[in-house]
Structure formats: C-alpha cells, structure tokens
C-alpha cells in the first residue's frame, strides 16, 4: 500500500436535533466544507477523483447526496461521488474507501466524510394508509373512490417514525438502547458509573468549547430559516450537568429497572465532517502540508444485541494489522454512544477472561482515561449517525496536533453488531 | 427574386417563411429591408392561397434564441415627421393585414425573443407556438420608448388575451415567458425546440382548446360596458401612481384602446397609427430613444472573447455594501468568499444578500432550492486563507484610507497574480491607493451604488498606473452581472456623486434660506427625480453627506464650500433612515411615517416662498456647471457618459434624456445667463460659471457637440 495522507479536516458544529440546523438538508451539511477546503488549499476543481459520503438516513429528495455535495460544492461535473451506508460507521467507511483507493494508487485526491440531518428523518405513512392511497389511484369511478375513502379508519394515521425503526436492529428486534441496558446488566456496570462518565463528557466538551479547542476543527455554518446566521459552536452540551442532577432523570428504554437515560447516551443530531485525502504525489504536486496519514482501518462484527462491544474487536483487529500495542497509542476517540457501552468496552479489554468470550486470546490493554475523549464526547457533542466516524477522526487529529503526539486511535461501536477503528499518525509533530 | 433577409420556401405544401437569414448581428430586427421582402413573400403566399395552392404558412427564425425583436429602433428614430410615421405605418399595416386575411391556417414558430413587432407579426397568424426554450419570451416594449405598438398590437392581443392581460403587457412593456404565454392563450402549444419545425404542421390543423367554462365566464364579464369602464379607470390610476403624468405614451394607449372599442379593423388601426406617430415625434420618446441608443453603446465591448471571465468573486467587508455586492455574485453563480474579522459582522452581510433574494423568493422568480444553493454560494470567512479561488476581489471596509491601503498590502499576499483586485470607495482617492499595492496595474477602483440590487450603475475608477485589460475586464463583468458601467477617472466623488454633490449642498442652502421641506422636495419630484433632496439625503445618511461635503471642499474649492445645515443635523444626531430619524421620521422596517419636528428647530423660523421652477434651476443648473467641470477635467470621455451615469446612478427622469442632454435642449445660453444672476444673487463662487460652460456658449456648441 502507499502511503495514504489526511490533508485537512473540518466538521460542521455538532448540534441537537430539532434546534439551529434543522433547515439544513443534508448535502448543505457536507457542500460548504468541501469548498473551503478546496479553496483554503488552492486546489483546481477539475482534479478530485472522488467525493464519498457517508450518510444513513439518505433524504428521499437526495438518495445520492455524495454526488449532490460534489456538485454543490462546485467541483467540476466529471468528478465521480457516492454515498456509503455502515450505520453508525459511514463516515469512517468513506475513510476507508478512500483510504483503499489513494492507497492502491487507483485515486490520489479524495473528499471522504459524513453527514447527518437527523431532523429531518421523516414520518412516513403506515401501510393500510399507503394501500388507499393506492386503491384510490386506480379506482376508476367516483362510487368506487367513495367505497374507498369509506375504508378510512383513524388508526391509518399513525406514522412510521422512520427514526424510530432506524435505531431498532432488524435482526434481533432490539432498540440501540436495549443492548446497552443488556451490557450494563452482563458487565455489571451501575448507573453512577454511566452517570459519571456522562457527566465527564460534559464537562470537557463545555471546557474545551470555553478554551477554544474546536475553533480549528470547527467550520462555521451559514444557518437560519432566512440564511442570515452564523453557528460556530457546538449546541446540546450541558454545562452545568451534575452527577446528581443526572441521576434524577428516569431510566428511557427499560422504565422500571433501567441504567441507560437520555442523559447518558448520545442525543439525536445534525451535523457533518469532512476530509480531504491525498496521495504522495498529489501532496507534493500540490504544495500540500498534510496534518495527519492514516495507517490503516479494520471492521469487525459481533452479535447484534451487543453491538456495543463492537470497538474491542475492531481495535484489537487494526493493533494486530498496524503492529502497534495499545500502549502506543497517545490519543483515543472512542464514540459515546452510552456510557454503559464505552465503559463495557473499557472492561472487556483490560480483562482478558472477558474477552476470550469473543475470541480474544490476550488482554487488549488499558486505555487511561487522561487519553480518552480528552475533549468530551457523543454524550455531549451527539452523534450524528453518518458523521461520526469522521468527525472522530478530524477531533482525533486536531487534539493530536496540540499535544505534539504521535498516534491516534478513532473507533465507534456500529448498530447491527459491529465496530470500526481507524488510526493515524500525526505528522505535525 | 432572391431574397437576402428573409427565407421563402415551400415543402410539401406548407409555406415556411424564415426570419433572420444571413442575420450578422445577435438580435434580428425589422428593417426597411426586411420588411419589403417580407411584403414579397406575403403577397406570393396570398396568391397560392387564393388558387389554394398551399395547406399553410409558418413563420419561424433561422437564429437560435431569437425569433424577432421588433423595429430596428433608428428605423423610428429616423421618422422626419408625423405624416412620415403615418406613410411609413400604412405600408406595414398593409402587409400585416395580408398575413392576417390570409384563409390558409397560419401559424409562427416562436424560440426566443419575440418583442415588438416580431409579436404584432405573429398575432397576425391564426396560432403562436412557442418553444420550451427558456429564452423565449414575448412582448410589446413600445412603451418603454415613450411610443406604442404601431403594427395593430394594440388591436390584436387584446383579442388574443383579454382586455386586462392585453394592458398589463402594453403598459409595462413586461415580456411573457413561453410557458406563461400559452397559460394566458397568447400561445396556441408549447413545442420542444428540436422538434419544432417537424411537428408544426400537424399542429396548424388541430382544433383549437376549447375554452373551460370558467374562461368562458371570465370573458363574459370583461366584455361588457362596465367592467370595460372599471378596467379603464384603475389601469389609468395605475399609471399616474407610476408615471405621474410624466410620460405621455401610456395614457395615450388607454385612450386609444378605450376609444377604438367597436371600431372597424381599419378605423382602429388608423386611430392606432395616429397615437403611433404623435407619440414617436414627441420630446419624451425622443428622449427615451436616446437613451436607449446611449446605453446599447456602454454594452459595446469589442474584444470580449479575449477577455478573462470572473467564474469565483470575493468581497472584504461584510457591511450593507458587502453583503450587497456578495448577492451580486452569488446571483450571478460567482460562488463568493466573502470576508470580515468576526462573525456578528458576517451576518450583517448574510443578512443583507438574504434580504435581497427574498423579494425574488416571494414573486416566485426563484425557488426555495436555488435560493439555498445561491446564498450558500456564499462562503463566510474570517480568514483570507481562500482567495486563490477569487477572479475578482472587492474590497468594501469601512471608508478608511490606511485602512483600505493595509487591507490591500495583505490581500496581494494571498491572491494568485492574475486577480482583478477593486475598491468599492465612494470618496476616497483610487489613484493614492494604487500605492498600497505592489502590483498596481491589476487595481481600480468600482464604485456601486446603494442598494446594489436595485441600482444599476457601476463606476469603474482608472489611475495611471492601471492596466488598460484590466479595466476591460471590469466591464465585461459588469456587463455579465447586468449592471451598467460607466468608466471614469479618479477625482472627488468621481462622476455622479461630484455632480450630485452641489443638488445636495444648494438644497441645504435653500433649507437655510427659509425654504420649506415640501417645497423643496416636491419641486425635484415635479422635475421628474424619483426622490426629493431631502429623502435623498435620509436615504444617504447624514454623516455621509458631511464627509463627502468635505471632501468636495477640499477638492474642488470654494465653489463645494458645504451648508452648515448638514453639519447641524448631523451633530443633533439625525443621520436619516440609519437611525430612523432626519429631515423625515421612519419605523423599524424603514418606512416613512412622516416628517420630523425636530427638524423645525435647525431651520429658520421666516418661511421663503419660492416659486417652483426657480428652486428647479437652483438645484439643477449647479449640476450641469459641475458636468462641464468634470468634462473640461476630462473625468470621463463625453457628455453621454454623464448622461448614463445620471440616470442609472441617481434616477435623473429619462424623459429628459439626461442632465447634459436636457441642458442642451434647455439651451447652454439661457443656462449661463440664469447661472450669472444666480451669481449676482445668490452666491458668487458657488454659481460662478465653469470656464467650459463659457466657452462652449461662445462657439455656439453644445454638450453634445463636444
């Protein structure tokens, strides 16, 4: 493989559904960033191989929305895009492929990233309403449309959350939350441990936002029913969270018995990242000051009703691929999808009688918490789903490059029983 | 005979008559030429009609995107007389009647421009078909000219559309768009462009679309006597609200079509061609013909292929400027960076391009999805990181020498070479601040005008060291953006501002003399300006008034020696419409809710009464001394320079054809003599008369002589 190199990456902020980016379609999520790239780094647009997007509610209006944000973005019409869908892991899957191809020296510029508008998921009629609207398409007579509508019962307009059926796994039946309550159970982890480590995730996000720390990461967005705003930062942390004050709020999937509440998983979000990907000719050719390299990505899959679980394997799988131990990893980025789910990870992994449960032979390691999500994470920042695997990847190393370290691991844990890890190198030492 | 601009052909069976044969220019007119060969055809075609020789008639045009657009206007220009019009007229109406009486079904292929008498051609034909180019349009822009159809449009689209449709198009002057024009019946079918030709035949015999019963109504409540009568008197309050009785042509085409109702095709067209030819004698059309020949010659651009095209634009400073000029380019799908040092100052900008496009977004010119992509072309930045990208930069900070002077010595830094970089300034000197720059010949200066959505002008400022390309390029541009330039030399205030200074400055000095507000503004609007002085300078803003007043001072002497009345306002702090209130009151949204007292206490208590016609020439005849300042100072070429940049800068009444050119039809002599006792009265330097307008006087020459 040759060598693969992060260029440049900037992500919308990350903000709640349902609040400043809700207007915003998706591909408006991911058009501007390719454009400031290609500006800030004075690159022709007639000389991009590729956009790939992650996305996993695809808009019906943009089932394509990689080939909409290259052509919105300006770049010339014969650049090829596509929109990748790995659940939680789009946006490091459009990683991945781009690594592959810069790597295969098949591509040597490469806009890979992910967006998500998750207000936008849409209400979709059930099927009985579906069905009379198509009886009545084909009724020929004004008598036989009336026998139809006759038909109509309130129930028929119930609405499919689409949502709603997104973050229930198909295979096992199980919401995203059910399978963190089912690692809290079997991994023995309580509702302060979750509680606190949300809490912590707050506080740094509100810390890191307070210092400024995003401000290279973040590329402002042009936001408002009438265009006319500018969102810079980072909207759904909570500042002022408490232990306390968390641990009043009532358990969300398993009402009664339940660890896993609102505040200790990721809320719903609108946001996008994006990074621009080059070969070693293109960096030299170009003029190009690359911030990182990727060294390699490995996905792994797991049952589906502990899907949580994901990133142990996945980080195991790319240590072995990259010849690295854990214990040289400076900085991680690990999604917070639940606390009840990273802390699972975190015990799986240091604990190797756990991990032989799937299949791992050794102890992975213990990763510190001074390296883990030093700036806060999904539980603060959300997690919008396409995004995140490359909006891990463009904080990851952005923080690298302020501690002057070396490597960085990015990893998420994936609905339908999966995880994916990615590291890179630092190159601005 | 052969035919040279017209083609005469016929294929199995059907008669096609092409348009714009061996057309050179872009657009195909109407000329002596062409419609003598178009009265050969015709008359070739009425005698296979009559023998039966031929199943129907198309017109159609050999030009891509241009079926017809109307007279050749220097063909009306060149009409001696009112008898000439009416000569010239009856041999038109002859050869439209022939097309009209023709028994064959007849038919006009419609792709693209279809003004004038391109249309009065093809109402003539039984159907119109339109093609789904989006370039085509149809219209009767007579009225635009100060004239009105003479060919019988006022005749036959009233049939065609309805009575009130009919006067919506005739007196605005408004085109229709393909697919709206067959949504109002003036178009029989819409045609997809390729297969235009090949279907027609077909369609000339289909039976026409029958009227629902709803159309039906409609045209059994417009066809009688009152309904008639309503129409009439609110379309005629329409006009006085829009022209103020200023241009003749419009209430000449409501009396025309008012009067000519139930008269015989040839008593109409008599009545029609009688309204033609009075109007195309008079000042006003004239005037407006002149215009309309000075602006087609500041669109003249020779070498535009070998000019670079600006496909990326910047602007610095996110102000109402700004944010005006970044919609220019995000209109115009130029994708801008648009830069300021913080985000509270880019949403100034975003605000002011967002409150741009809304009009549009509310009249449905633009959808909600081109809306987006237009005002996310924007590209918002506090860095000057992307502006490789830009083709042409526009600098518009804040009125600050060596502030525009450190803005541009950092720019160069990030620009690639080949960038045009420009100064929106409205008063600083271009030429000092070519000095900033390492690579001056790349600078100049562009000044537009505030609201840049709305007013068209643009003055683009040479200095020496300016490379002659690069000023064509700005033109290009210019042009490209729909705006119209006017290339001047640096100087105080450029070209309009200069001359709008001393209106302004002698309005402040009739206000200290005792003349009233109203009088005062209402003089200018009787003259034909689209706002008083007084409006003017709320609209301006008081603080700019007394920068620029000093400024003019400094630059031009004794004679721009400012008013103290702006200073006053100025420093009891009523700036105009900035902070709601100057010589008049405005609410949040900026509308006018009245005058404002507090004005009374700056001015002084004695009232002057003066006559109207006397504040006119103190307000104007300082402009026309100024004109000939900037002239004999050669800030610009020639007198219709001025011209161009009075009316498209400053709203001067084009009826009047202009300020040089009502000065010249005023008379220089008169005008020097009334500036002289001016002097003795008045002021002395203020009216002292310019050595140029003195010379001109004794050689007998005029502003358009020059």
Redesign the interface.
């Known amino acids: 493989m040759k060598p693969v190199y992060l260029v440049d990456g900037k992500r919308t902020p990350c903000v709640k559904s349902g609040a400043e980016l809700k207007e915003i379609?998706s591909p408006?999520l991911g058009?501007?960033l390719v454009?400031?790239l290609?500006?800030?780094h004075?690159l022709p647009s007639d000389q991009i191989d590729e956009v790939i997007v992650g996305c996993t509610g695809a808009p019906a209006k943009y089932p394509n929305v990689g080939r909409i944000i290259a052509l919105?973005a300006?770049l010339h019409k014969k650049t090829s895009g596509y929109s990748v869908h790995r659940n939680c892991a789009s946006g490091m899957e459009a990683l991945s492929q781009g690594f592959d191809k810069i790597g295969s020296g098949r591509s040597h510029l490469i806009f890979a990233g992910g967006v998500e508008n998750m207000s936008q998921m849409p209400l979709m009629f059930n099927k009985d309403m579906t069905e009379m609207f198509i009886n009545l398409m084909k009724a020929k007579s004004p008598a036989a449309k009336l026998k139809i509508i006759a038909g109509f019962r309130p129930h028929f307009l119930a609405p499919v959350i689409a949502i709603e059926q997104g973050l229930t796994d198909p295979f096992c039946g199980k919401n995203m939350g059910a399978t963190a309550e089912t690692l809290a159970r079997e991994l023995g982890i309580s509702r302060k441990e979750q509680d606190e480590f949300a809490n912590r995730s707050h506080h740094l996000a509100a810390a890191a936002t307070k210092a400024g720390k995003f401000r290279e990461e973040i590329l402002?967005i042009?936001a408002g029913y009438?265009?006319?705003?500018?969102i810079?930062d980072d909207i759904g942390f909570r500042e002022n969270s408490t232990v306390e004050g968390l641990g009043k709020l009532k358990p969300y999937f398993e009402k009664e018995t339940g660890t896993v509440t609102v505040a200790n998983s990721c809320p719903l979000t609108d946001g996008g990242s994006m990074w621009l990907l080059a070969s070693e000719e293109a960096v030299k050719k170009y003029n190009l000051e690359p911030m990182a390299k990727m060294i390699d990505y490995h996905f792994h899959g797991l049952e589906p009703e502990r899907m949580g679980l994901g990133p142990v394997l996945a980080i195991h799988g790319l240590l072995k691929r990259a010849g690295l131990k854990l214990s040289d990893i400076d900085l991680f980025e690990l999604n917070e999808a639940f606390a009840a789910q990273v802390l699972g990870c975190l015990k799986v992994m240091a604990d190797k009688n756990l991990s032989a449960r799937w299949g791992i032979d050794e102890t992975i390691g213990t990763i510190p918490l001074d390296r883990l999500n030093v700036n806060g994470g999904g539980i603060a920042l959300g997690h919008p789903v396409g995004s995140t695997g490359s909006r891990l990847v463009v904080t990851l190393a952005h923080e690298l490059k302020r501690q002057k370290k070396k490597y960085g691991l990015a990893s998420l844990c994936i609905g339908g029983g999966q995880g994916g890890a990615v590291i890179i190198e630092n190159l601005k030492v | 005979m052969s035919y040279q601009h017209i083609s005469y052909e016929i294929k199995n069976e059907i008669i096609w008559i092409g348009l714009g044969y061996n057309e050179k220019k872009s657009m195909t007119t109407l000329t002596r030429d062409s419609l003598a060969e178009l009265t050969l055809a015709i008359a070739a075609a009425t005698e296979l009609d009559q023998k039966k020789g031929a199943k129907g008639l198309c017109f159609f045009s050999h030009k891509p995107g241009v079926f017809l657009a109307g007279m050749d206007i220097s063909v009306i220009n060149d009409l001696k007389n009112e008898a000439d019009a009416l000569r010239n007229l009856e041999q038109a109406h002859k050869l439209f009647n022939a097309v009209e009486d023709l028994k064959m079904p007849t038919a006009s292929l419609v792709d693209g421009v279809c003004l004038g008498g391109g249309l009065e051609l093809s109402l003539c034909c039984k159907k119109i078909f339109v093609s789904d180019n989006s370039k085509t349009a149809l219209g009767l822009p007579e009225v635009m000219l100060g004239i009105l159809p003479g060919f019988g449009g006022t005749y036959r689209l009233p049939k065609k559309v309805g009575l009130p449709a009919a006067l919506d198009m005739i007196l605005t002057g408004k085109q229709v768009k393909g697919k709206n024009a067959y949504k109002m019946g003036l178009a029989d079918a819409i045609l997809p462009i390729e297969r235009m030709k090949e279907l027609a035949p077909q369609y000339l015999t289909k039976p026409k679309k029958k009227k629902t019963f709803k159309e039906e109504i409609e045209k059994a409540a417009m066809d009688n006597f009152l309904t008639r009568k309503i129409i009439f008197q609110k379309a005629r309050e329409q006009v006085m609200k829009t022209t103020k009785g200023f241009y003749p042509a419009p209430l000449k085409i409501l009396e025309l079509l008012e009067g000519g109702a139930g008269k015989s095709r040839a008593d109409y067209l008599a009545m029609e061609a009688q309204g033609f030819a009075e109007l195309s004698q008079s000042v006003q059309s004239k005037n407006l013909q002149h215009i309309f020949f000075l602006t087609d010659n500041s669109k003249k651009l020779d070498n535009k292929d070998q000019l670079p095209s600006v496909k990326r634009g910047a602007v610095i400073g996110a102000g109402v400027m700004g944010g005006g000029i970044a919609w220019l380019f995000a209109h115009n799908n130029q994708?801008p960076?648009m830069k300021d040092i913080t985000?509270a100052a880019?949403?100034l900008g975003?605000?002011q391009?967002?409150q741009n496009f809304?009009g549009a977004l509310k009249r449905r010119r633009m959808t909600e999805d081109e809306?987006?992509?237009k005002?996310?072309?924007?590209?918002?930045?506090l860095t000057l990181?992307?502006?490789?990208?830009a083709d042409l930069v526009i600098e518009a900070v804040v009125e600050n020498m060596d502030l525009k002077k450190k803005v541009f010595a950092e720019l160069e830094e990030y620009v690639r070479p080949d960038s045009i970089l420009t100064s929106n300034t409205s008063s600083l000197s271009v030429q000092e601040m070519s000095k900033a720059l390492k690579k001056p010949e790349r600078f100049a200066g562009l000044h537009f005008f505030n609201p840049v959505n709305k007013m068209p002008l643009v003055e683009i400022i040479t200095h020496d060291k300016v490379d002659p390309k690069t000023i064509q390029t700005l033109i290009k541009w210019a042009l490209e953006v729909k705006k119209t330039p006017i290339v001047v030399k640096d100087g105080p205030g450029f070209l309009v501002n200069r001359i709008l200074a001393p209106y302004l400055n002698e309005s402040a000095f009739l206000l200290e003399e005792g003349v009233s507000v109203e009088a005062l503004d209402e003089a200018a609007l009787n003259f034909g300006m689209p706002m008083g002085p007084c409006r003017l300078m709320d609209e301006i803003g008081l603080d700019v008034c007394v920068k620029v007043g000093k400024i003019m001072h400094e630059g031009l002497g004794e004679r721009a020696i400012p008013s103290t009345l702006s200073t006053k306002l100025y420093d009891a702090k009523l700036l105009g419409k900035k902070n709601n209130k100057g010589f008049y009151l405005y609410d949040e949204k900026g509308k006018s809710t009245g005058r404002n007292s507090e004005i009374f206490k700056l001015l002084p208590s004695k009232k002057k009464h003066m006559d109207e016609m006397m504040i006119q020439m103190r307000l104007f005849l300082p402009m026309v001394n100024e004109a000939a300042y900037i002239l004999a100072d050669k800030i610009c070429d020639k007198a219709a320079t001025v011209d161009v940049g009075m009316i498209y800068g400053t709203g001067f009444p084009p009826f009047k054809g202009g300020l040089l050119r009502w000065a010249d039809q005023e008379g220089l002599e008169q005008i020097v003599e009334r500036l002289n006792n001016f002097a003795k009265e008045v002021n002395q330097e203020r009216y002292q008369v310019s050595p140029m307008l003195s010379m001109m006087v004794n050689d007998k020459r005029k502003f358009y002589d020059l």
């Open positions: 379609a408006y058009h501007y454009r400031h290609m500006d800030k004075g919105e300006g402002p042009t009438k265009l006319d705003k500018m810079a | 994708a960076l985000p880019l949403e975003l605000k391009a967002s809304a809306f987006n992509r005002m996310r072309s924007i590209e918002p930045t990181e992307g502006m490789k990208s």
